[in-house]
């Protein structure tokens, strides 16, 4: 009977010191694999170089897995060090926006470096309860110098829906950004100019837009920033409308065809509601296409622009306008169901005509493009584009150089067209401009090739 109970005992005692291990080592096991004897370092995001100007104190993002126990940060000058934050959390954040402020004007001479250094410590009880530390250091490269931006020489006036050109100097030595910013949203890319520092840049006048006015941005690795103006005498144009019948031989042939490239989207239609859809929505796209490819620009550097007058029909009539705003009226004329503009010229000869490519260029775009058919794409440089549309044949590739003179394509009615002719159309980074412009010889001498040979001037000056 003793000998029972003594066994009964012992057997308690066993289960128990085994739940007391058990229960040890889970808690041994808890702590371990808490956050609080984590092993990782705070992490302090910053690069190890940066530039920097009087204006603009920046944020340092400090973090850590446990929590921040403390952060400090120095700045150096080489000769002196000065600590500009010293921080003890309270409540062990995880993370931590630490301000650098710019320090006294003494400290710091003009296109000095200073070193910057931070020091962040955890709440870990790892390392004998001392926590995990990181430092970092960065060089800050001092610069609060503006870039030097002038406006040097510019076409004298701009019409609205057409081209200018504008030549101006910018330089920094740490220069970052340069565009030439309008007032209706679009940002210009110059394209270095001549000599070292100069830069030249086409722009357009959307003719969608009642005002225009430009003006230069340069921003340096400091966040420095010069700006301005370019000044244009600018003249108004008016634009013609137009009201064109609707006729069911164009609704039932052109428009019914031009439907089938899009079946999902006009299953549905009515015959003058695919006019609607072909002519807006689908323009929309084809014209999307277009602008997509012609807003690229090259940066080589420029020289000269020997550009000459687009003249690609031998014999071309023109037989409609660029700008025009033509409303398709049916059955009756005060029954509009569609209307758009006409973002070029046609075009007219005989049948199946040569398109001559007037200016040296590289295909950019050879292929069906909706509305504008068999179309191709010519890029001449400078921001500078040419557009076919309506072809029969294609005679050059995407890819393919061309030179001044060359065939590139013949006439014909493809996409929306009804009788054989060329959509021509001309594009400065992405906008389409008046080609009565581009194949102006008086134009382009006086607005584009004198203004450039003027600024050459009075850089060689
Ligand atoms: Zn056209």
Redesign the pocket.
Known sequence: MKMRQKRKASALGTLLAIFILLGGGYAIYKILHSNEFETNRPVIEMPLERFWNSHHPFDINISDDSGLKKVIAYLSNGSERIKIADVDFKKAPKSYRLQIRYPKLGFVHESDTLILTVIAQDISKWNFFKGNSNVKKARLRIDNQKPDVFALINSYGITRGGSAVAIFKAADANLKELYVETNFGKRFQPIPFYKEGYYIVLLAWPITQKRFSAKVIAKDEAGNVSRARIGFFLKSRKYRTSYLQAKERFINGKIADLAEDEPELTKNLSPTEKLKFINEVYRQTNDALIKEIASKVDHNRVDSFEIQPFNPLRNGKVV?SFGDHRYYWYKDKSNIISESY?L?I?LASIRMDDIIISNPGIVVFANYNGIYGNMLMVYHGLGLYTVY?HCSTLLKKRGELVQAGEVGAKTGATGLALGDHL?FSTLVQGIFVRPAEWMDKKWIQTNIIDVIENAKKMIDK
């Open positions: 409609g006409h070029g046609d549309g959509h």
